[in-house]
């Protein structure tokens, strides 16, 4: 692609594959960011906003929107760490995608049972400046200098086999489910980080002119991210229950509510976040609610 494509655009760094990227594909489309990527190509134009997607590895992307080469990126809160560039990337918003968490993990069936344990060994992960820092505090504290402080070994991938390949005493990674770890045999011996996917923007943009589309694009993910969050609640009660259901689902602002075509009877309708749903119904049937009603949402606004 000619670089003048690019001529006044704003550049939005995409992970280009990994675990990222699947769900990056659908906040683009639940943003309305409309691309043709043609093939094996990493830039692409978006047809409906002065905007170009680039698809980079989720590791690169941090660098780049540091370095104002890009002025928007997604990537995982522990790559940004990982990259230590935080104080030149912005955090514009969390994404509620990517959760897991950066872990020390041991065999199982081996003598390491803390991280005190494993101070002054061999591990290896993907994350040596975060791993590092980690353990040169533990080294510190338990008086580790020089040679005798903790190795840290990089791999690229796989770290789970580390140890039994005789490589390493313990690993850092990271830690979703924990089918990889309990596979290979490990178990957590701490948490180091938590992260997830966040928007970033570069501390210091290049280009001012692209401030009111970063913040229209920044609302309609946020807008995407809140339908995955949130669920409609709808239900009829009797209006003396009320100040009870407003108690146990009180929505964002305060709940709509409708009279109905029976005395003293209401409709009431309330957000309620996804993952409450289950024990919000419970309390309301307790109350007397009924024909209590669930929508998701496509997107919003909130
Ligand atoms: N198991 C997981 N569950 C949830 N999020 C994860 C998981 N593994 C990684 N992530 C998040 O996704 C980011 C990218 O991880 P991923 O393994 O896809 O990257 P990658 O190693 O760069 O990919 P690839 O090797 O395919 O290029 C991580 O930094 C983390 O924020
Ligand atoms: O706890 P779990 O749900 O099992 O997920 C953890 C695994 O996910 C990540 O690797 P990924 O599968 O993305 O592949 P990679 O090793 O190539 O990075 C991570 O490095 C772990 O290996």
Redesign the pocket.
């Known amino acids: 692609m000619n670089a003048d494509a690019l001529n006044g655009r704003l550049l939005f760094a995409i992970p280009k594959k990994?675990?990222l990227h699947e769900k990056c594909m659908e906040l683009l489309a639940g943003a309305d960011i409309q691309f043709r990527r043609h093939n094996r190509l990493d830039v692409a134009l978006a047809m409906n906003h002065p905007l170009a997607l680039v698809f980079l590895p989720a590791s690169d992307i941090p660098s780049f929107v540091g370095n104002g080469n890009v002025d928007l990126g997604i990537t995982g809160h522990d790559v940004i760490l990982e990259a230590a560039i935080e104080d030149r990337v912005a955090e514009v918003q969390r994404l509620g995608f990517g959760r897991?968490k950066l872990q020390v993990q041991a065999p199982e069936a081996g003598p390491i049972k803390s991280v005190n344990d494993l101070a002054g060994k061999r591990v290896v992960t993907s994350f040596e400046v975060l791993a590092g820092a980690y353990f040169d505090k533990i080294d510190a504290s338990m008086g580790l200098v020089g040679e005798s402080k903790t190795r840290i070994q990089y791999v690229g991938?796989?770290?789970?086999a580390a140890c039994s390949l005789g490589l390493a005493d313990g690993i850092v990674?990271?830690?979703?489910?924990?089918?990889?770890?309990r596979a290979a045999g490990l178990h957590a011996i701490e948490t180091i980080l938590e992260t997830e996917a966040v928007l970033i923007r570069s501390s210091t943009p290049k280009h001012a002119e692209h401030t009111a589309l970063i913040s229209l694009i920044s609302s309609r993910i946020a807008g995407v991210v809140a339908a995955g969050k949130y669920v409609v609640c709808e239900y009829n009660i009797n209006r003396d229950r009320l100040p009870e259901a407003r108690q146990i689902a009180p929505g964002r602002k305060a709940p709509t509510v409708s009279p109905l075509e029976e005395p003293n009877w209401v409709a009431v309708k309330s957000m309620v976040i996804k993952k409450e749903v289950a024990r919000v119904m419970d309390e309301l049937v307790r109350i007397g609610a009924e024909d209590i009603l669930i929508f998701n949402l496509d997107n919003c606004r909130v």
């Open positions: 990994g675990r897991c991938g796989s770290v789970e990674d990271l830690v979703e489910s924990g089918d990889t770890m």
